[in-house]
């Protein structure tokens, strides 16, 4: 019931980045997290199913909701079908006083027994089976007309878990013989990363409350990689939260580095992270691109601009952003993103560098927003550009170094 009661307030709008898990009781979260996430994955085929097993409009949000999430836990533990149906129908109990056991009872069912009718069609159908809003994939297809299925797969799988091993504390060597001890499997990815075989809860992950290391996917690594600010270098991580970039950018050298992030309850969590590694930096609530309130004139050697973005590249890993976002969301992006960019080309040194970061897989806030920078920066020079498809390996980012003539 909590899972769907969390899923609920998700398809009315709520993000799960608002705390919605929070309010679970801590012993039951991994369970209902596992099924929040795995259900909004799934939401495009379960909404198919339920679309040819209700006779009429459901209109009451928990309930639908409630079959959402049973129907997702069928589908994944078939030998616990009798299970699932008892605690769903349970479960309707406690919503809408109770009218609503029968008709969750007789879905489940009737699932059950159309079972391989209802996964046959759902396959057939490409558009359905993407599990993505019909937007999304048009534009997917538009830009990666070979790539756009792999793009999609990934989107609908569970994400794999990297690590960043903290240099300063400890070898990568040393740290893999760590979890190798503890019967984790990882492999080296990158200067410093491990990629685990299969996640594991970061209370299991030795030294992590020491600050041995952090989670972090490969490809956000290669954030600090890119930019790689010599040592003493003056250093803004222009949209900072929840600090890994910085970590990651101090525990490669020693830096001047000023972090910010718009919300206080934000630069709180950059703190936090700091603190666990050991590591300092200047932290500050503020607008990245308003610089009176912030800039005390004194130039940056280089900037990090990890703007706000869709999250498109990482949906696997936000799962509500499928279907919380909005094509004119884009737009919205692409349009606070070129403010950001322009204010801080001003606070960038002549000869110093610019890392642009998304976390999106489309053009508007990529490609095509460096190209429309660099016609209104003429003394903007373009360095490297990499826009990195999500796969088995990492998620979706996109990557442009600017230096300034």
Same mark, same amino acid.
Request: with cysteine; charged share 25%.
């Given at each position: 019931?909590?899972?769907?009661? $969390?899923?609920?307030?998700?398809?009315?709008?709520?993000?799960?980045?608002?705390?919605?898990?929070?309010?679970?009781?801590?012993?039951?979260?991994?369970?209902?997290?596992?099924?929040?996430?795995?259900?909004?994955?799934? +939401?495009?085929?379960?909404?198919? +199913?339920?679309?040819?097993?209700?006779?009429?409009?459901? +209109?009451?949000?928990?309930?639908?909701?409630?079959?959402?999430?049973? $129907?997702?836990?069928?589908?994944?533990?078939?030998?616990?079908?009798?299970?699932?149906?008892?605690?769903?129908?349970?479960?309707?109990?406690? =919503?809408?006083?109770?009218?609503?056991?029968?008709?969750?009872?007789?879905?489940?069912? !009737?699932?059950?027994?159309?079972?391989?009718?209802?996964? #046959?069609?759902?396959?057939?159908?490409?558009?359905?089976?993407? /599990?993505?809003?019909?937007?999304?994939? #048009?534009?997917?297809?538009?830009?990666?007309?070979?790539?756009?299925?792999?793009?999609?797969?990934?989107? !609908?799988?569970?994400?794999? /878990?990297?690590?960043?091993?903290?240099?300063?504390?400890? *070898?990568?060597?040393?740290?893999?013989?760590?979890?190798?001890?503890?019967? =984790?499997?990882?492999?080296?990815?990158?200067?410093?990363?491990?990629?685990?075989?299969?996640?594991?809860?970061?209370?299991?992950?030795?030294? &992590?409350?020491?600050?041995?290391?952090? %989670?972090?996917?490969?490809?956000?690594?290669?954030?600090?990689?890119?930019? !790689?600010?010599?040592?003493?270098?003056?250093?803004?991580?222009?949209?900072?939260?929840?600090?890994?970039?910085?970590?990651?950018?101090?525990?490669?050298?020693?830096?001047?580095?000023?972090?910010?992030?718009?919300?206080?309850?934000?630069?709180?969590? $950059?703190?936090?992270?700091?603190?666990?590694?050991?590591?300092?930096?200047? =932290?500050?609530?503020?607008?990245?691109?308003?610089?009176?309130?912030?800039?005390?004139?004194?130039?940056?050697?280089? %900037?990090?601009?990890?703007?706000?973005?869709?999250?498109?590249?990482?949906?696997?890993?936000?799962?509500?952003?499928?279907?919380?976002?909005?094509?004119?969301?884009?737009?919205?992006?692409?349009?606070?993103?070129?403010?950001?960019?322009?204010?801080?080309?001003?606070?960038?040194?002549?000869?110093?560098?610019?890392?642009?970061?998304?976390?999106?897989?489309?053009? *508007?806030?990529?490609?095509?927003?460096? #190209?429309?920078?660099?016609?209104?920066?003429?003394?903007?020079?373009?360095?490297?550009?990499?826009?990195?498809?999500?796969?088995?390996?990492?998620?979706? &980012?996109?990557?442009?170094?600017?230096?300034?003539?």
């Amino acid at each position: 019931l909590e899972a769907a009661r $969390i899923d609920t307030a998700v398809l009315a709008g709520q993000s799960l980045a608002d705390g919605l898990l929070g309010r679970v009781d801590p012993a039951a979260r991994p369970a209902v997290q596992d099924l929040v996430y795995g259900s909004l994955r799934a +939401y495009g085929c379960g909404d198919f +199913y339920l679309a040819r097993l209700l006779t009429k409009p459901l +209109y009451v949000d928990e309930v639908r909701a409630l079959l959402l999430v049973a $129907i997702y836990r069928l589908e994944t533990r078939p030998d616990a079908v009798h299970t699932v149906v008892d605690q769903a129908v349970s479960a309707a109990g406690e =919503i809408a006083g109770g009218n609503f056991r029968g008709l969750v009872n007789g879905v489940l069912r !009737n699932f059950l027994r159309q079972q391989s009718a209802l996964t #046959a069609a759902f396959d057939a159908d490409t558009d359905a089976s993407a /599990m993505h809003p019909d937007w999304w994939l #048009a534009r997917l297809r538009a830009a990666y007309p070979d790539d756009w299925p792999a793009i999609v797969a990934a989107g !609908n799988a569970p994400p794999p /878990m990297g690590l960043r091993v903290n240099g300063r504390r400890i *070898a990568r060597d040393e740290y893999q013989k760590l979890l190798a001890a503890e019967g =984790i499997a990882a492999r080296p990815t990158g200067e410093c990363g491990l990629a685990l075989d299969r996640p594991v809860s970061v209370d299991t992950l030795p030294g &992590f409350a020491d600050g041995l290391v952090s %989670v972090q996917d490969p490809g956000a690594q290669q954030a600090a990689t890119l930019l !790689n600010p010599a040592p003493g270098s003056h250093v803004l991580d222009a949209c900072a939260a929840p600090g890994g970039k910085t970590a990651h950018l101090l525990e490669r050298s020693e830096l001047d580095l000023l972090a910010l992030d718009l919300k206080p309850s934000r630069c709180r969590r $950059i703190a936090e992270t700091l603190t666990r590694l050991g590591l300092t930096a200047r =932290i500050e609530a503020a607008d990245c691109a308003k610089l009176t309130t912030w800039w005390d004139g004194r130039p940056f050697d280089a %900037v990090l601009a990890d703007v706000p973005c869709t999250a498109s590249g990482v949906v696997r890993r936000n799962p509500d952003a499928k279907w919380l976002r909005r094509e004119a969301d884009i737009a919205s992006f692409a349009a606070a993103q070129a403010r950001i960019l322009d204010a801080l080309w001003q606070v960038l040194r002549p000869g110093g560098k610019l890392l642009y970061a998304t976390c999106s897989v489309f053009p *508007a806030e990529n490609a095509e927003q460096i #190209a429309s920078f660099l016609q209104r920066q003429p003394k903007a020079c373009r360095r490297h550009e990499e826009q990195l498809l999500p796969t088995a390996e990492h998620d979706g &980012f996109y990557y442009c170094l600017l230096e300034k003539r």
